[in-house]
């Protein structure tokens, strides 16, 4: 195919599975294939999808690190014992209302949300998501997709992560109109359905249907203008249910170490990072966590290369203890109730598996998250030397 348009549709946490059961868009689109998904969240894979490069390079895993020397939040140590009573400064509205607040004072430009981190913890944290990743230069030093299209001056749309869906997908039958040759087209609305409906199919099934009417119509108006359009839909990750949840933060808190002086530590949905200040904390947490040794496990070296997340810093923390799919942490850092649907698993979990499927051949170079940049880098490239 010779494509007068190449539209890239990025629908978050639809995975494999789901892509394969349900036989979504498969009339429309039927070259498909599960992709391994980058290990991490959504704000590990979206940095990772912009960039073509692994966050053992850009840096972006999980939102919050511990980082007491580079922390911009010192400052707010003391809001604890100013925000009282905390049952109610820790209600997610208000947390959420807080976090607007700061993301202004700071100046932030990214995504940012304080979910459930302590006061106290936040003073020695840093925040890796400053910059809007989907701007000019939003992950400097390393070329973004936005760069990219600036640099070989192809016409072209990139959504707005602030706006709905529907915002983002009628945004796009615009900019078609508008004559952009190249679309990168964000929605997010399943990834949220996902964490709290997983199990009704009913609700996931009008969500899917809504998604093809859209894709028809984006279709449809480049057919109306007389245009070619190579259509590719794919997503970060799939999404696991719901098993049970484990309490590690009470069982690391019962060892009367002191949090910043003997170690550090970043409580995830699904995973545990910790950084160790003192030869006697790493001993007593390895100790501890052997109780959950049936329930998740130790990332080795060897799998932090493989996943893309091994730094010489220790960015990411020195140890990660990952749990087993299905298995939340609660509470955590990121929320107190466990959902009915999470991700941020290991790769190989096949509820984790990505999707791609398009209206023309998928390379068969395509096989993980971090290939998706290489693609569009491709074709939006080709799209130049045709306008040239």
Known sequence: MQPDIEIFLFIDALGWNLTCQTHFLEPWLPERRGIEMQFGYSCTAIPTILSGVQPSQHGHLSFFQFSPQSSPFKKLAGLENLLKPASFWNRGRVRNWLSKLIKYLYGYTGYFQLYQMPWKKLAMMDYCEKRDLFAPHG?????????????????????????SDEANLEAGCQALRNCCRFLFLYTAGLDGLLHSHIDDMAIIQRKLDWYATKVQALLETGRQMGRQIRMTVFSDHGMTPFTHSVDIQSV???LGLRFGTDYGVCYDSTMVRFTFLSPEAKDKIHSAMTAFESQGRWLSKEEEIHYGIYREDRLFGDAIFLMNPGIQIIPSD?????????????PEDPYSQATIMSNDHIPDRIHCVADYFSLMKERACNLSSLTL
């Not at 936005?146 to 192809?154: E, F, N, Q």
């Not at 990121?334 to 290991?346: E, N, S």
């Open 139 to 163: 992950l400097d030093p390393i070329e973004n997709l936005r760069d990219l299209l600036d640099k070989i001056k192809v016409p072209f749309h990139i959504s707005d992560w602030h706006l």
């Open 252 to 254: 690391i808190q019962a």
């Open 334 to 346: 990121m929320g107190v109730k466990p959902l009915r649907g999470m991700h941020g698993y290991a």
